[in-house]
């Protein structure tokens, strides 16, 4: 079992910075996926980026070159560092987890077992 919990979330004006981060709590140690997702108003949710237990990360074309996944494992916490935001950036963001995945991985909601409740994004313009 995987507990998430999100924070950071916030309102910025678009080329501004946020970092969310995601508390870890699990009962098992071990290789575990993270990934960061997002849901705007009236869309489905989609994938922003996500990281192995190897450090391998993968990011939505949308984002990549703007926002950087990371994780410190000695504090058990994702994180999502965000610049040069936009308004089309604004949305709820959740962070997922997956204890057992494949070495070939895709960013999917389908590769993650647990979810997080989700912290706001809303970027003006």
């Known amino acids: 079992q995987v507990q998430l919990v999100e924070s950071g979330g916030g309102s910025v004006q678009a080329g501004g910075s946020l970092r969310l981060s995601c508390a870890v709590s699990?009962?098992?140690?071990?290789?575990?996926?993270m990934g960061w997702f997002r849901r705007a108003p009236g869309k489905d949710r989609e994938a922003v980026a996500g990281i192995d237990s190897d450090g391998r990360t993968k990011y939505a074309d949308s984002v990549e070159g703007r926002f950087t996944i990371s994780q410190d494992n000695a504090k058990n916490t994702l994180y999502l560092e965000m610049n040069s935001l936009k308004p089309e950036d604004t949305g709820m963001y959740s962070c997922?987890?997956?204890?057992?995945?494949?070495?070939?991985?895709?960013?999917?909601?389908?590769?993650?077992?647990?979810w997080g409740q989700g912290t706001q994004v809303t970027v003006s313009s």
């Open positions: 699990r009962y098992t140690s071990g290789r575990i996926l």
């Open positions: 997922a987890a997956a204890p057992f995945y494949l070495s070939s991985w895709q960013l999917l909601e389908r590769s993650f077992q647990f």
